[in-house]
């Protein structure tokens, strides 16, 4: 690396409050110093980071790409600093968890906020991740666990399932819609609705199961939007996009922005915990017991 963590922990500060002095009173530095070490890093470089032609600061075309390729990297050490502080005061065990926004439910809440109690030696680290991600993660080994909501539809190499809740399928209808108005629709209903969806490169297990309730109610859905996030989803059914079938938990997440229909012999999701087969670490063990007692 042809410069240093001082050099670019300015050029950060500089491009985050896009001033020399705010910078500078954000690291508690006086501003010649801060100035000296962002010219450094700009001779290192061999190009202007800072437009500093106006009476404001701005990024070059090459101080925000430099910026974009960096601004993940201060963070992260501050992170690795934070965790060895942990391992050292007695938390000597930690466990990666990804999880789905959908399923971040009060049972899901409750279950971590409970293992954290009863285990506070144990570092949880937190992943929001689409299933897809989560499960590629795990056989990388760059998580412990995951919440992928639904089981896929074909057995994952090296990925053992745990069953751990079930919920009701609803249909979240914007508001003025004819069937914002109604307590209870059979699913035949949304035949030839504009449907918004999750997409199936993100959770190709719940794409595939709504296809399959739909199809054993008669109709085949039809699409108009997909997202790969379920709070997208849910914004664009506020936006009037067209009428979406998610998780009945989502309601927290839709608030009062569309209408939650509930569907008259409604469906049920199976949420699974997805972790790597094999003997599970202790700290693994001990998480699992909780989630399924």
Same mark, same amino acid.
């Given at each position: 690396?042809?410069?240093?963590?001082?050099?670019?922990?300015?050029?950060?500060?500089?491009?985050?409050?896009?001033?020399?002095?705010?910078?500078?009173?954000?690291?508690? %530095?006086?501003?010649?110093?801060?100035?000296?070490?962002?010219?450094?890093?700009?001779?290192?470089?061999?190009?202007?980071?800072?437009?500093?032609? =106006?009476?404001?600061?701005?990024?070059?075309?090459? =101080?925000?790409?430099?910026? #974009?390729?960096? /601004?993940?990297?201060?963070?992260?050490?501050?992170?690795?600093?934070?965790?060895?502080? /942990?391992?050292?005061?007695?938390?000597?065990?930690?466990?990666?968890?990804?999880?789905? &926004?959908?399923?971040?439910?009060?049972?899901?809440?409750?279950?971590?906020? $409970?293992?954290? #109690?009863?285990?506070?030696?144990?570092?949880?680290?937190?992943?929001? !991740?689409?299933?897809?991600?989560? %499960?590629?993660?795990?056989?990388?080994?760059?998580?412990?666990?995951?919440?992928? =909501? !639904?089981?896929?539809?074909?057995?994952?190499?090296?990925?053992?399932?745990?069953?751990?809740? #079930?919920?009701?399928?609803?249909?979240?209808?914007? +508001?003025?819609?004819?069937?914002?108005?109604?307590?209870?629709?059979?699913? /035949?209903?949304?035949?030839?609705?504009?449907?918004?969806?999750?997409? &199936?490169?993100?959770?190709?297990?719940?794409? $595939?199961?709504?296809?399959?309730?739909?199809?054993?109610?008669? +109709?085949?859905?039809?699409? @108009?939007?997909?997202?790969?996030? $379920?709070?997208?989803?849910? @914004?664009?059914?506020?936006?009037?996009? =067209?009428?979406? %079938?998610?998780?009945? &938990?989502?309601?927290?997440? @839709?608030?009062?922005?569309?209408?939650?229909?509930?569907?008259?012999?409604?469906?049920?999701?199976?949420?699974?915990?997805?972790?790597? &087969?094999?003997?599970?670490?202790?700290?693994?063990?001990?998480?699992?017991? %909780?989630?399924?007692?």
């Amino acid at each position: 690396m042809d410069f240093s963590l001082r050099e670019l922990e300015c050029f950060t500060a500089v491009a985050e409050e896009l001033s020399f002095t705010r910078a500078a009173q954000k690291l508690h %530095l006086a501003q010649p110093p801060l100035s000296r070490h962002v010219r450094a890093l700009e001779e290192r470089l061999g190009t202007v980071l800072f437009d500093r032609s =106006g009476r404001k600061v701005s990024l070059t075309a090459a =101080g925000a790409v430099f910026y #974009e390729e960096t /601004r993940t990297v201060m963070p992260q050490l501050i992170r690795a600093g934070e965790t060895t502080r /942990r391992f050292a005061s007695g938390q000597t065990e930690r466990l990666r968890l990804g999880f789905v &926004s959908a399923v971040l439910s009060p049972e899901l809440v409750e279950v971590l906020r $409970a293992f954290r #109690e009863i285990y506070p030696q144990v570092q949880l680290l937190m992943h929001d !991740l689409p299933p897809a991600d989560q %499960l590629a993660a795990l056989q990388r080994g760059t998580l412990d666990g995951g919440f992928i =909501g !639904l089981p896929p539809d074909k057995r994952t190499p090296g990925i053992q399932l745990l069953p751990w809740r #079930e919920e009701a399928l609803a249909a979240f209808v914007p +508001f003025g819609h004819p069937l914002a108005t109604r307590r209870q629709i059979d699913l /035949r209903a949304l035949a030839g609705e504009a449907l918004v969806a999750v997409s &199936s490169e993100a959770a190709p297990a719940f794409a $595939a199961y709504l296809h399959t309730v739909c199809a054993q109610a008669g +109709f085949r859905p039809r699409i @108009v939007l997909q997202s790969p996030r $379920a709070q997208a989803v849910a @914004v664009m059914v506020a936006a009037g996009t =067209g009428i979406a %079938l998610l998780p009945a &938990s989502l309601s927290r997440v @839709v608030g009062g922005a569309a209408a939650m229909v509930s569907i008259r012999k409604a469906p049920k999701i199976s949420h699974v915990f997805a972790r790597p &087969s094999g003997t599970p670490a202790p700290a693994m063990q001990r998480f699992m017991d %909780l989630l399924t007692r």
